[in-house]
């Protein structure tokens, strides 16, 4: 396991913005001046069998949360919901004309969109909070995707049951990734959803990174068993951790390699 010896932590009281004087004040980034060239030169030498995903790691719910900090963005919700509005927005053009840059890019199949919306057992803030500020700003990105031909794929930890069907039917992503078995295992996902969208990962973290060999061999393959098909992808239900041990993660592959159906 190789870890790089850090972690960073987020004030969940009181973040950056906590006013309109602040909202003003903020050096907001121009995407016209964001430096785009890996993007760019990476599509130039990639060989004709492989293409790039624009992973975008963390979406306008999960960067207004940090810019406020939750517990302000909290009551700011009810106290000035203005401000809470124009900086979603404010974000949410960030996000989409950055994006807007790169679409076009030939070797682009689709956008990874992150956006941790969820805990264990619902949603961080009410669903209609959601379907009115941030999913609108998703509905927006996909469409921009699909206008282009590429696939718009939602990363998003936690319960969000509540928004699944307004994500399949109004936003219209093509698939969804993060998984945690004691939420929702990836099997009981794909059997209610499975049918509309794709399905990616649901390796439990917390298993890849604990159980024996054996154990995990047969957690997999029951995984395999009850997902294998046509819109679905094996892999972990969420990042591959530092903590992960290696022999864990090959596991994993040698598994999905060597099933059959």
């Not at 130039?44 to 302000?72: T, Y």
Request: a negative charge.
């Amino acid at each position: 396991m190789f870890s790089r010896g850090k972690r960073k932590w987020i004030n969940e009281k009181q973040g950056i913005i906590k006013n309109w004087d602040d909202f003003n004040n903020y050096l907001w980034p121009e995407p016209e001046k964001i430096d785009l060239w890996v993007f760019e030169y990476l599509s130039e030498i990639l060989p004709e069998n492989m293409g790039i995903f624009l992973s975008v790691s963390q979406g306008i719910f999960e960067i207004v949360m940090f810019l406020f900090g939750l517990e302000n963005l909290c009551y700011l919700i009810y106290d000035d919901e203005n401000l809470v509005e124009k900086t979603i927005d404010k974000v949410g053009e960030i996000i989409y004309n950055t994006i807007k840059r790169l679409i076009g890019l030939e070797k682009l199949i689709g956008i990874f969109q992150g956006d941790d919306m969820g805990f264990k057992t619902q949603t961080l803030l009410p669903p209609e909070f959601f379907k009115k500020f941030i999913l609108p700003w998703h509905k927006k990105l996909s469409e921009l995707a699909h206008q282009n031909k590429k696939f718009y794929i939602l990363y998003s930890c936690g319960n969000i049951d509540l928004l699944m069907d307004f994500l399949i039917e109004q936003v219209k992503i093509d698939a969804k990734h993060s998984f945690e078995d004691e939420i929702m295992p990836v099997w009981k996902f794909k059997e209610k959803y499975g049918d509309k969208i794709g399905v990616i990962g649901g390796v439990d973290v917390g298993k890849l990174s604990l159980l024996n060999e054996d154990e995990l061999r047969k957690y997999i393959n029951q995984i395999l068993e009850k997902c294998h098909g046509p819109g679905y992808i094996l892999g972990s239900g969420n990042s591959i951790t530092n903590y992960i041990p290696i022999k864990n993660f090959l596991i994993m592959l040698q598994e999905g390699y060597n099933f059959k159906i």
